[in-house]
């Protein structure tokens, strides 16, 4: 890149990192939110929270980095036009393409970093986020306590506790458990700690007493310092981990295997997020090009763009809903796919069209003198 197209491209590229933090902070707020509940109601540690949060951020930048090229581009082309520094461009012999390179440049650069992550940054991501919440859901404190009510983790089985510190030890526990053959077993103790004996999970109770009413209706008392209750049959479970469609890599999605009655009976919505995954990306290019069509596409102005900058927003904001639309209705019909490739191509189209089509008048002196008269595209 030549001086002046450089410069260019460190305009454009300031406030673009700019508007996608900006961006990626209020979108992980928002996720933060949430899943705040993790915190709250799943009692899971800090790290657990943040590992969640900060695994989002492959999915969220795929969606959010269009909108920030767009709207950074806009900033930043209006500020140069209204400057005068675009016309100066155009004025020193600058053709259009070599304008508008530095910025087709950075949606490149975008677009590649989008598929990146798009093939398989956000499947991992979406794979660990997945994991993590299948080992939540297998956390025996969380699903057999929750401090201050009585749950029932298991059948015939109920559990109270009032605290629940945060060395994971359970404090004033009351446990109330039918027997199959009939008769009932009440358990409290000032408390208990989950634990592994001989690799099955058990409830080490200390400091309780147990009170058992047998069959024929006799009370049986007994007090204890600890006493081992064991949890091993509550939660056994041959539940797996699934994947999701969207947990899928590329080739599992193109490339199914059809012996698996799943991915038999979803192969048309596997196919449809497979061609969304190579399409999305495009919108970076879609957008840049709308973005510099709505600044550049049309004659100069000293008052401003803000008419047609509003006119080419809406528009985008249509693409970008048209895009999602299309996409939810591939899910149902396979042949549909090409619409996903041909919006994003065809916002580009019509961007560059808006570009290329306007005439660039060169400057003439007023007078004679220094003074430059800019009549810029007409």
């Excluded at 956390?139 to 629940?164: C, H, K, M, W």
Aim: charged share 15%; glycine share 8%.
């Amino acid at each position: 890149m030549r001086l002046i197209e450089r410069y260019l491209f460190r305009q454009l590229l300031g406030p673009t990192l700019l508007a996608t933090m900006a961006l990626v902070a209020l979108a992980l707020l928002a996720r933060s939110l949430s899943e705040f509940d993790v915190l709250i109601e799943q009692r899971q540690s800090a790290v657990t929270f943040l590992k969640i949060i900060g695994l989002a951020l492959p999915q969220l930048l795929g969606i959010i980095l269009p909108i920030a090229l767009f709207v950074a581009t806009l900033v930043a082309l209006n500020r140069l036009h209204t400057e005068q520094e675009i016309v100066v461009c155009f004025a020193g012999g600058m053709s259009r393409w070599r304008v508008i390179s530095p910025a087709m440049r950075l949606a490149v650069l975008a677009t590649l970093l989008s598929l990146g992550m798009s093939l398989w940054a956000a499947p991992w991501s979406s794979r660990a986020i997945r994991e993590t919440f299948f080992d939540m859901k297998s956390d025996l404190a969380s699903t057999l306590v929750r401090p201050g009510e009585f749950t029932e983790p298991g059948p015939g089985l109920t559990v109270y506790a009032q605290t629940i510190d945060r060395d994971q030890v359970i404090h004033n526990l009351f446990i109330h458990q039918e027997k199959p053959q009939g008769g009932a077993v009440t358990y409290t103790a000032r408390e208990g700690v989950i634990a592994e004996r001989k690799g099955l999970p058990v409830l080490v109770l200390r400091k309780g007493s147990n009170q058992e009413f047998s069959s024929a209706g006799v009370l049986q008392y007994l007090s204890w310092d600890e006493y081992t209750f064991d949890l091993s049959s509550l939660f056994q479970s041959d539940e797996l981990l699934h994947y999701k469609i969207g947990d899928r890599y590329p080739h599992e999605l193109f490339f199914p295997d059809l012996a698996q009655t799943w991915e038999q009976n979803n192969r048309v919505q596997m196919l449809s997020e497979g061609h969304w995954r190579l399409a999305s990306p495009l919108y970076n290019i879609a957008m840049m090009s709308m973005a510099l069509a709505a600044v550049i596409g049309g004659s100069f102005s000293r008052m401003g763009y803000g008419k047609r900058i509003a006119t080419v927003g809406a528009a985008a904001a249509v693409v970008q809903i048209l895009g999602f639309g299309i996409k939810a209705a591939c899910d149902n019909n396979a042949w549909l796919n090409a619409l996903q490739y041909i919006v994003p191509l065809a916002a580009t189209w019509w961007g560059l069209g808006q570009i290329f089509r306007q005439r660039v008048n060169r400057y003439i002196a007023i007078g004679g003198g220094p003074q430059l008269e800019p009549l810029g595209p007409t």
